[in-house]
């Protein structure tokens, strides 16, 4: 639990971006899944990526140094989220994907907008969702590891809302315009 409470404590809004995007990738290595830093990586792509399952991804363009009273998402930001979901449409074609921009509001100025759909994971998501994290471990670190089969540890990820139909849609609201 120090380690996730570590991990956790840098998926906060003011942290610096490698650390946030340094943990985001490493809890969900904990949850189980395979995750890339394509932009660390390779220069390109987005900050995070997470293979939830078969032809099945969680792209995440993070924002967490935004000041959160910032009203809008700016021009930048949002053909930054553009120009990743081109690269994934370019390397991974014919796969579903959830794009996600965390940052602390849905609404795009009216220079910029998204070619494709895009959520947002405001402070209210985020902090659900690490909470809900937390609760996980939390239940994980109280049974014995030998009873820890696959469907317990599914039945685990359920009842604390991670599962992958969770992780692509609770966790988000959708972007808005400057005219909503």
């Known amino acids: 639990m120090l380690r996730v409470n570590d991990i956790l404590s840098r998926l906060t809004f003011g942290a610096r971006a490698e650390r946030f995007e340094s943990a985001l990738d490493e809890i969900g290595q ?13 220069g390109q792509g987005p900050d995070n990526l997470w293979g939830l399952r078969d032809g099945e991804y969680l792209l995440f363009e993070c ?11 700016n ?3 949002s053909g930054q989220m553009n ?7 370019r390397l991974y074609s014919g796969t579903k994907v959830t794009n996600i921009m ?5 609404k795009v100025c009216a220079g910029g907008g998204f070619n494709d759909t895009v959520e947002i994971m405001r402070t209210k998501e985020l902090s659900r969702f690490v909470e ?22 599914q039945e685990l990820l359920d009842s604390n809302s991670l599962s992958v139909d969770s992780l692509t849609g609770d966790y988000s609201t959708a972007a808005r315009s400057p005219e909503d």
């Open 30 to 42: 904990a949850l189980g899944f395979e995750c890339q830093r394509p932009d660390k990586q390779w």
């Open 63 to 73: 924002k967490s140094e935004v000041d959160i009273k910032r009203a809008e998402i």
């Open 132 to 153: 809900n994290i937390r609760n996980f471990f939390e239940e994980v670190r109280s049974f014995d590891v030998h009873d820890l089969s696959e469907a317990k540890i």
């Open 102 to 106: 965390i940052i602390s509001t849905p």
């Open 75 to 77: 021009k930048k930001e």
């Open 83 to 89: 120009n990743s979901c081109a690269w994934f449409k």
